[in-house]
T-cell receptor
């Protein structure tokens, strides 16, 4: 299966440490999105890329967060100096920009769950 | 600003019966898209069904149908012949209406569906 892949699936860290998550999208998808989902809530948009260009960042993405997609393929999301409030599921999604029926359907990975102690 | 409201935190249904999950939305855009996603305990968001704001007919995908009432701004999901494997969180989402060019989604808080044998 060549769906969206995220690593690691689970990460437990101490407050103040840096963490990095990786997302490998579906190979022909040029759009890549990061969402954050806290307990009992729906996913919230963080940022998205078209190829290697980061086109939009949410206000939720503080300066401790940085996302990259250096070659337009995989993406990383780094959180510096983690805080307990960063504990959440970080979801990656991708889509192909053009298509017969461009409904905007996003293909999601299984997420990376972060726990900050 | 767009908003999705799911008023049912949890729903129960007997196996083989039909169930309706409610979703109302708020937007000032004329062109928008509505989605339903399923999130099992594994965490992955699975696309179920899509309805465009200009689609005249309600969308259907197998056992899933979307009851779209534009004037009421509602987009309820109907699952027919429920199966045990349908037990999951269900999220209603809206595609950003700014020309739809970025395809970022706004999600509701979700409804936890439990199918009883």
């Amino acid at each position: 299966d060549t769906g969206v892949s995220q690593n690691p699936r689970h990460k437990i860290t101490k407050r103040g440490q840096n963490v990095t998550f990786r997302c490998d999208p579906i190979s022909e998808h040029n759009r890549l999105y990061w969402y954050r989902q806290t307990l009992g809530q729906g996913p919230e948009f963080l940022t998205y890329f078209q190829n290697e260009a980061q086109l939009e960042k949410s206000r939720l993405l503080s300066d401790r967060f940085s996302a990259e997609r250096p070659k337009g393929s995989f993406s990383t999301l780094e959180i510096q100096r983690t805080e307990q409030g960063d504990s959440a599921m970080y979801l990656c999604a991708s889509k192909r920009l053009a298509g017969k029926q461009n409904t905007g359907e996003l293909f999601f990975g299984e997420g990376s769950r972060l726990t900050v102690l | 600003a767009q908003k999705i409201t799911q008023t049912q935190p949890g729903m129960f249904v007997q196996e083989k019966e039909a169930v309706t999950l409610d979703c109302t939305y708020d937007t000032s855009d004329q062109s928008y898209g509505l989605f339903w996603y399923k999130q099992p305990s594994s965490g992955e968001m699975i696309f179920l069904i899509y309805q465009g704001s200009y689609d005249e007919q309600n969308a259907t995908e197998g056992r899933y149908s979307l009851n779209f009432q534009k004037a009421r701004k509602s987009a309820n999901l109907v699952i027919s012949a429920s199966q045990l494997g349908d037990s999951a969180m269900y999220f209603c989402a809206m595609r950003d209406g700014s020309g739809g060019s970025n395809y970022k989604l706004t999600f509701g808080k979700g409804t936890l569906l439990t199918v009883n044998p």
